[in-house]
Structure formats: C-alpha cells, structure tokens
C-alpha cells in the first residue's frame, strides 16, 4: 500500500528532488504502484519508534516529508498526481502539492491524521484550505473519513476521474503535453499562484509583471509570437 517507511520516505524525497533540479526534466509524474496511490506513515515502524520513548515525528517531517512537499510544490515544472487508490494522510498531502489530480474512480481520499491522535503535516494545512475552502478543510481534518472519487471532483480535489486503467496513462499524456509546452511559462505560473497565496493585491501585481518581464525575455515567447504570425505552431524548447 506504499505505507511510508524511512527507507521509501528517503527514496521518495531524493527522486523528487533529483527531478526538481534537473532541467531536462519537463515534467513530472507522481504515482503508486499497486493497488494504493500511498496509505501515509508506516505505522509498524512508527510504533517502534513509539516504543524506544520518541515518536521522531518532528524530525522525519522536517527531514523527509517537508523537503519532498516544498519540492512538489515549488519545482519550476508541473508536476501530477496519478492517483490510482487509496490516498491516505501523507499519501494525500502528497497528491494535494500536485498541480494536476488524475483519480481512479475506485480511489479516495483520507486525511486520517486526527483519527490517530495527530496533527496534519506534509503541507495539508497549507494545500487543503487552498483546494476546498476553509470550513470544508476544518471539516475534512476534523472528522477524517474516505472522500470518494466523484465526490473529490466536486470538492476540487480531483482534476479529472476516470476508470482505473486510465489513470496513469491519462497522466502521462498532460505530463507529455507539459513537457512540450512553454517550461518557463509554467514556472511563472506556479511562482505567481504561490506569491499571491500570501501577499497582498499590490505586492502580487508587482509580481505579476517581474513574471511578465521574466517571460517575455525567453525563447519560448518570442518563438510563440513569430509562430502565431507567420501561422506556424509553435515549437516550445523549455527556455
């Protein structure tokens, strides 16, 4: 179920990381293998943990899930979820940092965190209130239960639902998609959505033409134009 042990939250956070900071990666996918998108905590090896007298919960979420969360959130590419299954705690969080949810309808979601007698992490707090409102994310965190595919869609939690065989193709085709289109453009976009989640009107029109300027200046743009004038379609290179 990709129960989130130390060994699979090392490995997920350096592979995220890794394709954050390589240019030649246009896109990214983010999925499970199996039956289960990722089910959270290992909850076998947190109750060891438990055991020894320290849960080590501050140090595995500023050590592993906050870099992999800033990194989905933050890398300047689109990155989305295929979420094949069940998508519970961090396995949510994860899906939610996303910028494009592609949803089983056999899948779901959980934020079970106060159903074990825990706060959120993984940047729930920040991301669930963004998707679906305040009172409906206090709802959600409050009273934990399984959010259902089409009901996900109607929240704003999924993008798209379709049958379960289609989801990871469904999702390499937007990634595909994405990684032809105008990279910069994309990075502007995610940069502006995040500044403007906490500033004010000034300060994000302010940003908004530093991204103007940013993207104006690049291949991309200007191949777009002389494209669109001599009714070519335009070939984006990522820069």
Avoid at 112 to 139: H, M, N, Y
Avoid at 152 to 170: S, Y
Wanted: proline share 3%.
């Amino acid at each position: 179920m990709n129960s989130l042990d130390t060994a699979t939250k090392v490995a997920l956070r350096d592979a995220v990381l890794a394709a954050a900071d390589d240019d030649t990666v246009r896109a990214v996918v983010l999925t499970g293998s199996g039956k289960a998108f990722c089910v959270g905590q290992d909850l076998k090896e947190h109750a060891q943990a438990l055991a020894s007298g320290d849960s080590g919960l501050a140090e595995t979420v500023r050590e592993h899930y906050n870099p992999t969360v800033k990194a989905l959130l933050t890398m300047p590419k689109p990155v989305v979820a295929a979420v094949n299954g069940v998508a519970a705690g961090a396995g949510a969080s994860y899906a939610f940092a996303c910028d494009l949810r592609i949803v089983a309808d056999t899948a779901g979601f959980n934020l079970a965190f106060a159903a074990i007698g825990l706060s959120s992490d993984t940047g729930s707090s920040w991301t669930l209130p963004r998707l679906v409102g305040w009172a409906k994310a206090r709802e959600l965190l409050f009273l934990p239960r399984t959010v259902k595919a089409d009901e996900a869609l109607a929240l704003g939690l999924a993008t798209e639902v379709v049958l379960a065989d289609d989801v990871l193709p469904r999702a390499l085709e937007l990634a595909r998609g994405f990684a032809a289109g105008p990279t910069r453009a994309y990075a502007a976009l995610r940069r502006a959505l995040e500044f403007s989640a906490t500033h004010g009107l000034d300060d994000s029109l302010g940003h908004e033409a530093d991204m103007m300027q940013w993207t104006g200046a690049s291949h991309d743009h200007r191949a777009a134009v002389d494209a669109f004038l001599s009714k070519q379609k335009a070939v984006f290179r990522g820069h």
